[in-house]
T-cell receptor, first 111, second 114 residues
Framework: DSGVTQTPKHLITATGQRVTLRCSPRSGDLSVYWYQQSLDQGLQFLIQYYNGEERAKGNILERFSAQQFPDLHSELNLSSLELGDSALYFC??????????FGEGSRLTVL | DQQVKQNSPSLSVQEGRISILNCDYTNSMFDYFLWYKKYPAEGPTFLISISSIKDKNEDGRFTVFLNKSAKHLSLHIVPSQPGDSAVYFCAAMNYGGSQGNLIFGKGTKLSVKP
C-alpha cells in the first residue's frame, strides 16, 4: 500500500461526457502528480501540483484540467471525452528525494 | 520525441539466472534515474534509483548501473525469481528542475520462468 488513494478504480462512460478522478496523496506529501498510461505507452506526465499551486505541466490536453484543494487532495477533470482518452490514470505523491509513490490508478473506458 | 527509451518490450529469463533490463536517455540534463516495477492492476512501485554522481547502486538482488557517456543505464536482477515477473519502467529527471517530474520509458515486461 503506497498510501496514495485514487477513486474510482474503474469508470465507463460515453464519448462527449465529462468525468472527475480523485486522488488523496500520502499523509504529509504536498505534491500531487497525474500520469496517463495508454495502451503500449509508458507513463505520460500530465501535470503536477504543489501545495495547491500548479508546478509543472506535461502533455495535458486542453480538455483536461486539474486542481489541488486546501486539504491537498487533487481532482483531474476530463471533458468532451474521446475514445482515445481510454487509459489508466495514475496519481502520485513524492518525497523530497524525488521518488514517486503511485496510487493503484483509475481505469477509464470511453465507449 | 522520446527522452527515455526502453527498446526491449519484453524479456524472458529462467529462474535463478540474471535479468538485465536496459534503458537509454537523450536529455543530458537528466541527473537522477529510477526504476519502477508494476504488477497488473497495481500502481508502479519504486524499486531503486541512482544519481548521476554514481555509476552503480546496489540494493539486495537489484543493481543499477549508469553509463553517463553512453546515456545508458541498466537494471540487473540476480538471481531472478518468478515473483520478479512484472513490467519494469525506467524513469529520469532533472533533479534541480521540476522535482518529481519524472519522464518514463514505455516499460519492459519481464517474465521469469520457474
Amino acid at each position: 500500500d503506497s498510501g496514495v488513494t485514487q477513486t474510482p478504480k474503474h469508470l465507463i462512460t460515453a464519448t462527449g461526457q465529462r468525468v472527475t478522478l480523485r486522488c488523496s496523496p500520502r499523509s504529509g506529501d504536498l505534491s500531487v502528480y497525474w500520469y496517463q498510461q495508454s495502451l503500449d505507452q509508458g507513463l505520460q506526465f500530465l501535470i503536477q501540483y504543489y501545495n495547491g499551486e500548479e508546478r509543472a505541466k506535461g502533455n495535458i490536453l486542453e480538455r483536461f484540467s486539474a486542481q489541488q484543494f486546501p486539504d491537498l487532495h487533487s481532482e483531474l477533470n476530463l471533458s468532451s471525452l474521446e475514445l482515445g482518452d481510454s487509459a489508466l490514470y495514475f496519481c502520485a505523491s513524492s518525497v523530497p528525494t524525488g521518488e514517486l509513490f503511485f496510487g493503484e490508478g483509475s481505469r477509464l473506458t470511453v465507449l | 520525441d522520446q527522452q527515455v527509451k526502453q527498446n526491449s518490450p519484453s524479456l524472458s529469463v529462467q529462474e535463478g539466472r540474471i535479468s538485465i533490463l536496459n534503458c537509454d536517455y537523450t536529455n543530458s540534463m537528466f541527473d537522477y534515474f529510477l526504476w519502477y516495477k508494476k504488477y497488473p492492476a497495481e500502481g508502479p512501485t519504486f524499486l531503486i534509483s541512482i544519481s548521476s554522481i554514481k555509476d552503480k547502486n546496489e540494493d539486495g538482488r537489484f543493481t543499477v548501473f549508469l553509463n553517463k557517456s553512453a546515456k545508458h543505464l541498466s537494471l540487473h536482477i540476480v538471481p531472478s525469481q518468478p515473483g520478479d515477473s512484472a513490467v519494469y519502467f525506467c524513469a529520469a529527471m532533472n533533479y534541480g528542475g521540476s522535482q518529481g517530474n519524472l519522464i518514463f520509458g514505455k516499460g519492459t515486461k519481464l517474465s521469469v520462468k520457474p
